[in-house]
């Protein structure tokens, strides 16, 4: 296996997905299971859309279960204590200041399975991602996005550990 074909997670990264895939194998695969059977006793299968909702929703679990599988197979969990604690990377949580509205953001960069907006994780490959990575306290960087240009200061770097 070549190192581009590995995912890079932080264990708290690497333990979410590996419950996510033991509640879709046990608990949400039995709730599925029994969603097909309750619709499959309601008769004739050629016109009854709630089997054919279950068997989709049984489809799309097996298939979010199959990807878990494999990027937990490919999954090399970062040593953050390995990364210089003065730049941004991979694990980093970057204290920003947008230098057009003066206000004060925070984003922490993760692997693309990780991210998750909500939580304020970011991937690296991202575009704001990428144009955080390696900078250090106090760089202001300009980062080319669809909607037009970020300005940022960085204003702090901190790790979770």
Do not use: C, W
Not at 90 to 101: E, F, K, P, W, Y
Not at 119 to 140: C, E, F, M, Y
Not at 142 to 158: F, Q
């Amino acid at each position: 296996m070549k190192a581009t074909d590995f995912i890079y997670l932080t264990r708290d990264g690497y333990e979410k997905l590996r419950r996510e895939l033991e509640f879709l194998k046990t608990a949400k695969r039995r709730e599925l299971s029994k969603a097909i059977a309750e619709a499959r006793a309601h008769g004739d299968l050629s016109e009854n859309a709630e089997y054919d909702a279950a068997k989709e929703a049984q489809g799309l679990n097996e298939k979010r279960v199959a990807e878990l599988e494999s990027n937990l197979s490919r999954a090399r969990i970062l040593d953050e204590k390995a990364f210089p604690k003065d730049e941004v990377v991979i694990g980093a949580t970057v204290h920003l200041q947008d230098l057009n509205s003066g206000e004060q953001l925070q984003y922490t960069l993760v692997s693309e399975a990780e991210a998750d907006f909500s939580k304020n994780k970011i991937s690296t490959t991202s575009p704001v991602g990428r144009g955080l990575l390696n900078r250090k306290k106090g760089d202001a960087v300009e980062i080319k996005v669809p909607a037009g240009v970020l300005r940022y200061k960085i204003v702090k770097i901190s790790r979770e550990t």
